[in-house]
Each structure stands twice: as structure tokens, then as C-alpha cells.
């Protein structure tokens, strides 16, 4: 019998691997196996296909052979699961990246949705979820029992929360980045996000306040915005929002970021409309200002208030520069097949 511990990422699986270790190691005399994938395992059932041994194992994504093991009865599975938007910002911490790396360049959150679609769609596999496993620990250690099969004695779910509590494994992790700095490893490089101590699985960095609903002290109102539209309707369903309300305070301040957007192009467009009439060379001026004042913007306002002054001293000036730099006009058309146009892709970057 193999145990499955494929929780979410960051949704306290390890965790669950901690627990079910333990207790498969003490109670049935079973071991644990680490981090396998899904080939890894087809491996390890091919070379234990005679062990009677019982095996704990942790891994994330679905793969056939875990679906096979689990409907012929050879396999039982433990799965957690956390409000999503906690688990973007999780990751981008774990990985000392940005959000939008995380989810928008890699698609962290729609892996986590396939995943979960998977995992909670198999026999023989019980779902948690992380805010469970947080404010209720002794039940959940009790379930994962019962779900093994294990009797557990009076105050061992007790025993077994406080083992591998959030202060405890915390201290797991600070013990393992002194081993690791003292080995030489650069734990700053991002490289090195995954370290990890391979019997408790473990990595440096993996404990933060495990706060339950700090996203909202993190996300942006456009970051909102992304969320709701990858996941809204899953968290609906697993009951983390009762509809779509939670997303109006973002969409209120997107709404003025618009205004305020539309409110620049109209000044901009009364600008050009000022410099269309002088033709072209008029045109290039106002592109080599717009360059000058997002290069050296200190030198820019210095050149305004000049102009501006000289403007103010003659009788009939010409009209003051604008008091902010607006949206860079388009170029004279002799100058759009210039090699020095930068053609950068909107989703580069």
C-alpha cells in the first residue's frame, strides 16, 4: 500500500506528509519515500511490486499512474487544499519572485486548478483544507488516522499537532538554513528557493506566518482583477466567497485609474491638436521633448520654468509647455520605419 500526500502547493502538505509519515512509520512499520512524480512512482511500483511494506510519498501534480494505483486499490491519498489567492502570494515569497511571474508568466494558480480538479475527483482520497489543518490541527491528525486505518491512542493527535506545529516546523527551517549556510550554499540566490531537507521535505524557506487571508493586505486592485477572472468561480464553490462582491472594491478603483487615463489622453490629444497645424517639425520637437522629460525629468522641469518665464517677459509668447509630461505623440510618418521605434511585445516583459 502506498500513501499519497499531493496536497496544493502551498496548502500545508508537507504538513500532511509529516503526519502521515509518522504515523504509517510507528503504527505499520511503513517508511517514507520523499518527493516522487508521477514517472518516479511508476518506478517505485515496478521495484516494490512484492514489498508488503507500506510507503508515504509526496508529490502535486495528477498523473495517470496515480489514478491507477488509486482505482485498483493499491493506493490511499491525502489532499489539501487553500483559498488560492493565499497561495499566489505564498509562492511568490517561496520563490522571491512577483506575483505576476508567478501567475501570469507561469500559471502557478491554473496548474493548482487542474491539479485540483484531479485529486478531489479519486477514490479512496481524503480532502482537507489548509485552513482546517491550521485552526483545528488535533482533528485533522485524528482524520488522517482514520482515513489510514489507525487507532490512535489517548492524547496522540494531541502529541502529534504539537510535533509538527507551525512554531515547530518553523524551527525545522531555521536549523536547516544554518546547516545549509554552513555548507556554503547562497541562500539568497533565487536558484536555491527549492533546498530542502529530504526526510522531512522541509525547504529553508518554508514557513512563513501562515496567515489565513493575507492576500488582501497584498493584492492590487489590477491583481484582484486577475485573480477574479482565473478563479472566482472556484472559490465560490469551495465556499471562501458567497459570490462575486469581494472583487467590487478593485473594480471601484479600476475605475477611476480609467478615468484618470482618459482624462490624460484627452489632454494629450488637445496638445497634438495645438501642434498638428505647424506640421511635422513640430511633430519631431514634441517627441524629442517627451524623450527629454522621461530621461532627465528634473532637467525637463528646469527647461519648463524657463520657457515659461521667457514666455511670461514677451508680449504675445508662445503658449507654455505643458506642466507634466503627457503620453509621447506618434512620429511623423518619415520616422516610423526607424530602427530606434522599440517594437516591444505587450506581454514581453
Avoid at 78 to 107: C, I, M, N
Avoid at 229 to 234: D, K, L
Wanted: with cysteine.
Amino acid at each position: 500500500m502506498d500513501i499519497l500526500c499531493v496536497g496544493m502547493y502551498r496548502a500545508g502538505s508537507t504538513w500532511q506528509y509529516l503526519v502521515t509519515s509518522d504515523l504509517v512509520e510507528r503504527h505499520l512499520g511503513g517508511r517514507r519515500l520523499g518527493f516522487l512524480d508521477g514517472e518516479q512512482f511508476a518506478a517505485h511500483e515496478a521495484s516494490c511490486a512484492t514489498d508488503a511494506v507500506p510507503h508515504v510519498l509526496k508529490s502535486h501534480d495528477a498523473h495517470p499512474r496515480f489514478a491507477a494505483a488509486l482505482a485498483q486499490g493499491r493506493a490511499l491519498a491525502v489532499y489539501s487544499y487553500r483559498d488560492l489567492r493565499d497561495v499566489a502570494f505564498s509562492l511568490a515569497h517561496k520563490y522571491v519572485t512577483s506575483f505576476e511571474e508567478v501567475v501570469e508568466r507561469h500559471g502557478f494558480l491554473h496548474v493548482s486548478l487542474a491539479n485540483d480538479a484531479f485529486w478531489t475527483a479519486q477514490p479512496r482520497t481524503l480532502c482537507q483544507s489548509y485552513e482546517q489543518l491550521v485552526t483545528a490541527p488535533e482533528a485533522a491528525v485524528a482524520a488522517l488516522a482514520a482515513h489510514l486505518g489507525i487507532a490512535l491512542a489517548a492524547g496522540e493527535a494531541a502529541m502529534l499537532a504539537e510535533r509538527y506545529s507551525l512554531a515547530a516546523n518553523r524551527s525545522r527551517t531555521v536549523e536547516l538554513s544554518d546547516r545549509l549556510r554552513a555548507q556554503g550554499l547562497e541562500l539568497e540566490d533565487p536558484a536555491n528557493a527549492l533546498a530542502r531537507d529530504e526526510h522531512t521535505q522541509l525547504h529553508w524557506n518554508h514557513i512563513r506566518a501562515g496567515r489565513i487571508g493575507a492576500w488582501r493586505e497584498q493584492a492590487t486592485p489590477r491583481q484582484i482583477a486577475v485573480l477574479a477572472a482565473i478563479c472566482g468561480p472556484w472559490l465560490i464553490a469551495r465556499g471562501y466567497e458567497p459570490d462575486s462582491g469581494w472583487i467590487a472594491p478593485a473594480l471601484d478603483l479600476l475605475r477611476e485609474e480609467l478615468a484618470a487615463t482618459r482624462l490624460a489622453l484627452s489632454r494629450t490629444e488637445t496638445e497634438l491638436a495645438r501642434l498638428r497645424p505647424l506640421g511635422p517639425a513640430a511633430l519631431r520637437v514634441a517627441w524629442r521633448c517627451h524623450e527629454l522629460a522621461q530621461r532627465h525629468p528634473r532637467l525637463w522641469a528646469a527647461l519648463r520654468r524657463l520657457l515659461t518665464r521667457l514666455r511670461d517677459t514677451r508680449p504675445g509668447g508662445s503658449p507654455a509647455l505643458p506642466a507634466r509630461p503627457v503620453p509621447a505623440p506618434p512620429r511623423p510618418a518619415a520616422d516610423y520605419s526607424s530602427s530606434r521605434v522599440n517594437a516591444k511585445s505587450p506581454t514581453s516583459g
